[in-house]
């Protein structure tokens, strides 16, 4: 046999093409992590400013054009509102000027990512120094003194997710070529379902209590561990249904190359690029990451809009993979 017909017998198409998506995965990787995390710069950063009569215009206006617009300013009536609202999550930070004197106060929320709260004491020290004034800075959500950079539900959500996607994975590939049907779907959703419940209270248990690294609900984080887990595991068989799988490479680069560094983990989604500012927050890291930091930091607010995300991808897998499932079956069916 010449090394042809070896190298032909070795390497299959399928496996050649196999290990090109495996080439792609790994370059997207790269690419993606890189391209989110290698240059971060806080961009229209949601700040209140409190300032008395046409000093609060004045001050809003001034922010408003710092160089590369770091800051999206908007004028606040007192501080009582800006408190509030940097906890409703609504703004990151606050200035609160004192005209009987030249100390200003800036609010900020460590808890929301440390590094974002870091780059708004640097903007306003320069800002304030050139107006000969300082700022005092006041933690109104400050991260815990376990939780290093505020990545610890950045970490705790990422393991959600490795979870959900490995269950789904090892389920298919343990199937080997049995086909799908229905039943078979049904089960598969259910185990994943019961390792969510598992899972969320596992992460929730070891975060909290074993190593104090969060504080905030434990019932409040355990249910989000089970629809983080859940979610990206009915995705995960929903693409091995419609793919085979492939759709285990599809997972890893919906979850992993697109969904992790656009999380707001190592750095909050002002501080990300445009692209990946956009995506964050529809993708289920993203949604994790902002959920867990509210049960955390900020008395479970603003949590709507990230758990209908959560929802909708284990809605949507679910669906997806009992009807192609079904699909799968009938057309056997009909071709006996």
């Not at 050649?16 to 989110?36: E, M, R, T």
């Not at 445009?274 to 509210?294: E, K």
């Given at each position: 046999m010449?090394?042809?017909?070896?190298?032909?017998?070795?390497?299959?198409?399928?496996?050649?093409?196999?290990?090109?998506?495996?080439?792609?995965?790994?370059?997207?990787?790269?690419?993606?992590?890189?391209?989110?995390?290698?240059?971060?710069?806080?961009?229209?950063?949601?700040?209140g400013v409190v300032a008395p009569g046409e000093a609060a215009a004045q001050t809003k206006d001034k922010l408003a054009k710092l160089p590369g617009k770091p800051l999206d300013p908007r004028v606040l009536k007192d501080e009582g509102e800006a408190r509030r609202q940097i906890m409703d999550r609504k703004i990151d930070g606050a200035l609160v000027v004192d005209?009987?004197?030249?100390?200003?106060?800036?609010?900020?929320?460590?808890?929301?990512?440390?590094?974002?709260?870091?780059?708004?004491?640097?903007?306003?020290?320069?800002?304030?120094?050139?107006?000969k004034r300082t700022a005092k800075t006041v933690d109104?959500?400050?991260?815990?003194?376990?939780?290093?950079?505020?990545?610890?539900?950045f970490y705790l959500v990422v393991g959600w997710c490795v979870g959900g996607y490995l269950c789904a994975s090892i389920m298919s590939i343990s199937a080997g070529t049995k086909p799908p049907n229905p039943q078979r779907a049904a089960i598969r959703l259910g185990a994943l379902a019961l390792l969510a419940i598992a899972g969320g209270i596992g992460g929730a248990v070891i975060i909290g209590p074993i190593l104090g690294a969060l504080p905030g609900s434990i019932m409040g984080l355990w249910g989000l561990g089970a629809l983080v887990t859940f979610a990206v595991g009915a995705v995960t068989l929903a693409l091995e249904e419609l793919t085979g799988i492939v759709g285990i490479g599809l997972a890893v680069?919906?979850?992993?190359?697109?969904?992790?560094?656009?999380?707001?983990?190592?750095?909050?989604?002002?501080?990300?690029?445009?692209?990946?500012?956009?995506?964050?927050?529809?993708?289920?890291?993203?949604?994790?990451?902002?959920?867990?930091?509210?049960?955390?930091?900020?008395?479970?607010?603003?949590?709507t809009g990230p758990l209908l995300v959560l929802s909708a991808w284990a809605v949507v897998g679910t669906v997806v993979t009992l009807l192609v499932a079904m699909r799968k079956t009938r057309e056997r069916a009909g071709a006996h």
């Open positions: 010449t090394f042809a017909d070896e190298l032909k017998s070795a390497v299959t198409p399928r496996a050649a093409l196999l290990v090109i998506g495996v080439l792609a995965l790994q370059l997207l990787f790269i690419a993606s992590y890189v391209g989110a995390l290698h240059n971060p710069k806080p961009k229209d950063v949601a700040f005209p009987r004197g030249t100390q200003d106060t800036l609010l900020v929320a460590s808890g929301g990512g440390k590094a974002l709260a870091n780059a708004l004491e640097t903007i306003t020290t320069k800002t304030e120094g050139a107006e109104v959500a400050a991260a815990s003194s376990q939780d290093f950079n505020g990545l610890s539900s680069l919906l979850i992993v190359v697109a969904g992790n560094p656009s999380a707001g983990g190592a750095f909050p989604l002002p501080m990300l690029p445009p692209f990946w500012n956009a995506i964050g927050p529809a993708l289920p890291p993203g949604a994790g990451t902002w959920v867990a930091r509210s049960i955390a930091y900020f008395r479970g607010n603003a949590v």
